[in-house]
Nanobody
Framework: QVQLVESGGGLVQAGGSLGLSCAASGRTSELWAIWAMGWFRQAPGKPREFVAAINRSGGSTSYADSVKGRFTISRDNAKNTLYLLMNSLKAEDTAVYYC???????????????WGQGTQVTVSS
């Protein structure tokens, strides 16, 4: 079973930056089976939404329109770690951010198999 642990959330002023990390652990065979990893977020009273995703090689990424140009997703396969650099943060970026991993190589917005517990990001206006 792959385990995902997020870190780096916190409180930041609007216009500021924040970086999130997600450490993946598990058997080597399970980690190698992961095709893509992504970030999702859920604000109070709203459904969980896709933020960004990246494939295993890092050569392909996808972003929600709301974060395109402000957020950057990356990964370090040697460290089994996923990152999300968030710049020009807005109050509406406030949410619990979740790291996720998927096995099936269909779509970045398809079914994700593993999820982290989430980390709170709060942007003050």
């Amino acid at each position: 079973q792959v385990q995902l642990v997020e870190s780096g959330g916190g409180l930041v002023q609007a216009g500021g930056s924040l970086g999130l990390s997600c450490a993946a652990s598990g058997r080597t065979s399970e980690l190698w089976a992961i095709w893509a990893m992504g970030w999702f977020r859920q604000a109070p009273g709203k459904p969980r939404e896709f933020v960004a995703a990246i494939n295993r090689s890092g050569g392909s990424t996808s972003y929600a329109d709301s974060v395109k140009g402000r957020f950057t997703i990356s990964r370090d396969n040697a460290k089994n770690t996923l990152y999300l650099l968030m710049n020009s943060l807005k109050a509406e970026d406030t949410a619990v951010y979740y790291c996720a991993a998927k096995l099936r190589s269909d779509s970045f917005r398809g079914l994700y198999n593993y999820w982290g517990q989430g980390t709170q990001v709060t942007v003050s206006s």
